[in-house]
Structure formats: C-alpha cells, structure tokens
C-alpha cells in the first residue's frame, strides 16, 4: 500500500470528460469498450489506494475507495500471468446468499457474479482476446474466514460481494464498491431493532461477518447465535428457530420475501455503513487494477442505459427484484462513486 497524496490529488481532479468518453470517440468510430476507454479508466484508476470516502444513500450506506501505487511488483504480475496461463479466474464463493449469489446448476449467478464476469472480460481483452479462454472457476467456502484463507494462501485470486472492514484492509486489498449496505435486522412486527428493543433477545448472525461485529459492540444486551454461513442463518430464521436475523441489509431484503414475509426490516437507521467491493490479496494489485478498470465501466454502462447492463444489475436489485431498489437510486450511487474515486462528472 504505496499510494501517495501527489497520486490522490491527480485521481480527483481528474474530470468525467477526460476519462471516460461518452461511448464514442471523436471520430464516431469506436464504441464504449474500446482499448482507448481502457486506457484512460485504467490511467484514471490506478493511482487509487489511501484515500477514503463516506457515500451515504436512502439505505444510508457508505462507499470506500482509495489511492494505489502506479507500479506492480513482480508478484502481481506472476499473479495475472498465473490466472491467464491457467485459464480460470478463481472466486471465493461463500454460500449462496442472495443478491450476490445464487447457486444455479453448476454454476454460480448473482449480483456478485456479474461483476466477476466484468472482471474476467476485463482480463480476458487485455491478455487473451479470443472469447471463451478464460472461464470463471467458483471456489465454495463454508465460511467468511475460510474464504479469506483461500485468498490468503493464494488458492483463490478474488472474492466479490464482500464488505469493507477495517481489519481486513490491514492484509488485504479492496476494489472500488459496485454496492452499498448497512447493518440492520429482521425482527418480529413491533421490534423496531434498537439496541433497546434487541436487548434480551436472541439474534443470528453469520460467523465472521461485519454484521456481527457491530451488533454485537453496539447492541451488547442481546444474545447472539451465530452461524457458519449464510444458508444456515436464512433457514434458521425460516423454521423459526430464531426470531431475528443480523446481517447486511441488501441480503436480509433480498431473502425477506423467502424467508421471512412477516418480519420487518430494522431499525430505520442501520447499525453500521459500509461499501461493497471485491477483495484481493496484496500480492495482486495489478488484479486489483483490473478489477477496478472492470467495476468502473459496468457502472458507466449502466449510467449510459445499456440494455445488458440494465437487466444484469436490476434483476438482482433493482425494480422487480428481490431488493426492489428503484434504477435511479442505483444510477446516483455509481455518479457518486465514479465522481467522487475519479473526478467522473457528467457535462
């Protein structure tokens, strides 16, 4: 983590014009993905690694980013190299937690997912062009730790849908956020999900997640059941075997209907504000770079209203899906992020 001021304060300035075209080039000729958008994003984003941000929304969640060095080291690129000669781009999935992944066949699919393909293309233009060289290898973990561990000992290269932490940040590299969250709870009707209201009452929470963390340093009278992923905690709370279920709030609205259609989504404030990224290990910043290239442009593709992107993103969480969030509050979330970890504003 090499970043520096000099590199935060260029990455700001920067402005949306000089960075991402509005699809077309001057000439007309090339569209949105072209090599030259890739260069300008990547120039844009590279420098991003030790600044931070808050972004708050209508789910009062926040967003991190920050300044990178410029230069990678040998094993960043032994790292790409590895993921290009081998074929398959390795990511921890833990569960099947909906909106970011639902196991689907053999397969994975899921907010979470979306972004991975987005990274995989991403890779798979600069290194391989030929389509369909590089597939996406799912790693099922049954834990949040045990998934770090696979990034950790270099058994997996990405984990995405995951949760900024403080603590996490120390060993491991964060993308930009392609969502956002807070902490809440699904609780009985008429348990408002205060730290008042909580106290004395069992709560589940999945071990090792951030959610857990907060609730239980800011809701300590409660008693907490914990659960070693988020398949068991969900059906938990299905069979009634616990009233209230912890967690981040996207995952608790998008299982709600499933699991729990009686239960009320609190408190109206969350518990805790957190961006939603795709994690590396330090080793790979080049993978990083990529996959923030990669985050960057499907969120300009959505702002711009391609079709694809449109329906690969709302079906998850926008309207009509589980989470239900409106297409322009998704849109101002990605201004914000891309106006505010690259200078991007629209003219």
């Given at each position: ?12 300035r ?57 230069q ?11 993921i ?6 390795r990511a ?10 639902e ?46 561990e696979?990034?950790?000992?270099g058994?997996a ?16 590299d ?15 009707e008429?348990?408002n ?13 999945v ?55 009686k ?35 499907l ?16 079906q ?19 201004r ?12």
């Amino acid at each position: 983590m090499q970043g520096t001021t000099e590199n935060c304060s260029a990455v700001l300035r920067c402005s949306y014009l000089s960075v991402i075209p509005f699809g077309r080039d001057r000439l007309g000729a090339r569209p949105l993905g072209s090599a030259v958008f890739r260069q300008r994003l990547r120039l844009a984003l590279v420098g991003m690694r030790s600044c931070s941000l808050l972004l708050l929304t209508a789910l009062g969640a926040g967003a991190l980013a920050g300044c990178q060095s410029a230069q990678s080291s040998p094993s960043s690129a032994v790292a790409i190299d590895s993921i290009v000669q081998r074929g398959t781009l390795r990511a921890v999935v833990v569960g099947s937690a909906l909106p970011y992944l639902e196991k689907s066949g053999d397969g994975y699919q899921g907010l979470g997912v979306t972004v991975l393909e987005a990274i995989r293309a991403e890779i798979q233009e600069a290194y391989d062009p030929k389509e369909g060289r590089l597939k996406l290898e799912p790693i099922p973990v049954v834990s949040v730790s045990e998934g770090l561990e696979k990034l950790r000992s270099g058994q997996a290269d990405i984990a995405c849908g995951v949760v900024f932490n403080w603590e996490r940040e120390k060993t491991f590299d964060y993308t930009i956020p392609f969502a956002q969250s807070g902490v809440r709870v699904l609780a009985p009707e008429g348990n408002n999900g205060t730290p008042e209201a909580l106290a004395g009452q069992v709560v589940g929470v999945v071990q090792d997640s951030v959610a857990a963390q907060k609730l239980k340093a800011l809701a300590p009278e409660a008693s907490y059941k914990v659960f070693a992923d988020p398949a068991a905690a969900l059906a938990a709370l299905q069979s009634g075997a616990i009233k209230i279920l912890g967690g981040d709030t996207l995952w608790l609205r998008g299982n709600q209907e499933a699991v729990a259609p009686k239960s009320s989504l609190v408190p109206a404030i969350p518990y805790g504000k957190a961006g939603m990224g795709c994690l590396t290990a330090e080793s790979s910043p080049k993978l990083r770079n990529f996959s923030n290239i990669a985050i960057g442009r499907l969120m300009q593709r959505y702002l711009d209203g391609d079709a694809a992107t449109l329906k690969s993103i709302n079906q998850w969480v926008g309207p009509g899906s589980a989470v239900n969030l409106p297409s322009e509050l998704i849109a101002n979330y990605y201004r914000m992020v891309l106006s505010t970890t690259a200078g991007f504003e629209k003219s």
